[in-house]
């Protein structure tokens, strides 16, 4: 039924850049806000990134503002999260989550989950 895909996920050295793509079925994708969470090694899953269902607005967590964009192309039903100026605390599982029409940071609010794609970044 429902299905988000995450991929783009890998190994990158500080200072590098990666873009991660998240590609949903089984949905109405331009009624949900899409989310990014990071779950770093030993600790919680924390929120990263969300943008509206219609692309207009946009939420970043003050760690990753000015170097991560997050961005949606309905015609596609997919998701995206550039990531600049890697750090190596950027390293985490990266999920993508979905959330009927209003955007959230709270991940209890998220209706349904990507598989997560492991992001490591080396020094």
């Known amino acids: 039924q429902v299905q988000l895909v995450e991929s783009g996920g890998g190994l990158v050295p500080a200072g590098g850049s990666l873009r991660l793509s998240c590609a949903a079925s089984?949905?109405?994708?331009?009624?949900?806000?899409m989310g990014w969470f990071r779950q770093p090694p030993g600790k919680e899953r924390d929120f990263v990134a969300v943008?509206?269902?219609?692309?207009?607005?946009?939420y970043y967590a003050d760690s990753v503002k000015g170097r991560f964009t997050i961005s949606r192309d309905n015609a596609k039903n997919t998701v995206y999260l550039k990531m600049n100026s890697l750090k190596p605390e950027d390293t985490a599982v990266y999920y993508c989550?979905?959330?009927?029409?209003?955007?959230?940071?709270?991940?209890?609010?998220?209706?349904?989950w990507g598989q997560g794609t492991q992001v490591t970044v080396s020094s």
């Open positions: 943008i509206s269902y219609s692309g207009s607005n946009t």
């Open positions: 089984g949905l109405t994708f331009s009624t949900f806000a």
């Open positions: 989550a979905a959330k009927s029409w209003v955007v959230d940071r709270s991940a209890k609010d998220y209706d349904y």
